[in-house]
């Protein structure tokens, strides 16, 4: 299977910081989807990335996908307390085959 | 637009009792899945779905059983309940096979096996 890692596994910074989750994967990633989940709540879609160098923004949330496409950062400008949550990154193999792995998550918080 | 709507929210069960997750959404989706969700293993996939009448295993299919009679449900058999299946289930829908559209996710379904 995929394996997919990302770090940090937690994150602890001040309102109006900026911060970098990573994804890394030992194989190609033919889709990278990035969620937030918030405690005790379902998994809230962020972006997909599935070209080599993408890079796609919302609102202060910018994630990217490298040239060789192992791996992948998610960065948020001037954070805020609603930006708090854990943050998934998952990815799929490509072609037919479309069962989603996904990394452990990384949890933020957001002090202010 | 309702989604993907999980019930129950919570649920408390005994070593050995059976029950059934459900999960319906209302977007015409033929992919459907179960994950399961467990403090530092992450999301895992149980079944997997790509249409009415077809069915799948994933990587952790072992204990829970599918069907998928109708385009809009998709519900999760626990057989007989053991504490190991203490987890937090999340069921999953998208409209392409490919891959190349996101996975909408239910709210979730607190299960704990006494």
């Known amino acids: 299977s995929q394996e997919l890692e990302q770090s940090p596994q937690s994150l602890i910074v001040q309102e109006g910081k900026n911060l970098t989750i990573n994804c890394t994967s030992s194989?190609?990633?033919?889709?990278l989807y990035w969620y937030k989940q918030k405690y005790g709540e379902g998994l809230i879609f962020l972006m997909m990335?599935?070209?080599?160098?993408e890079e796609k923004s919302h609102e202060k949330i910018t994630a990217k996908l490298d040239e060789k496409k192992q791996q992948s950062s998610l960065h948020i400008t001037a954070s805020q307390p609603s930006h708090a949550g854990i943050y998934l990154c998952?990815?799929?193999?490509?072609?037919?085959?479309?069962?989603?792995?996904f990394g452990k998550g990384t949890l933020l918080t957001v002090n202010p | 637009n309702a989604g993907v709507t999980q019930t129950p929210k919570f649920q408390v069960l005994k070593t050995g009792q059976s029950m059934t997750l459900q999960c319906a959404q209302d977007m015409n989706h033929e992919y459907m899945s179960w994950y399961r969700q467990d403090p530092g293993m992450g999301l895992r996939l149980i079944h997997y779905s790509v249409g009415a009448g077809i069915t799948d295993q994933g990587e952790v299919p072992n204990g829970y059983n599918v069907s998928r009679s109708t385009t809009e449900d998709f519900p999760l058999r626990l057989l007989s309940a053991a504490p190991s299946q203490t987890s937090v289930y999340f069921c999953a829908s998208s409209y392409s096979l490919q891959g190349n559209q996101p996975q909408h996710f239910g709210d979730g379904t607190r299960l704990s096996i006494l």
């Open positions: 998952g990815a799929h193999r490509g072609g037919s085959n479309y069962k989603l792995t």
């Open positions: 194989k190609t990633l033919y889709g």
């Open positions: 990335l599935q070209k080599g160098g």
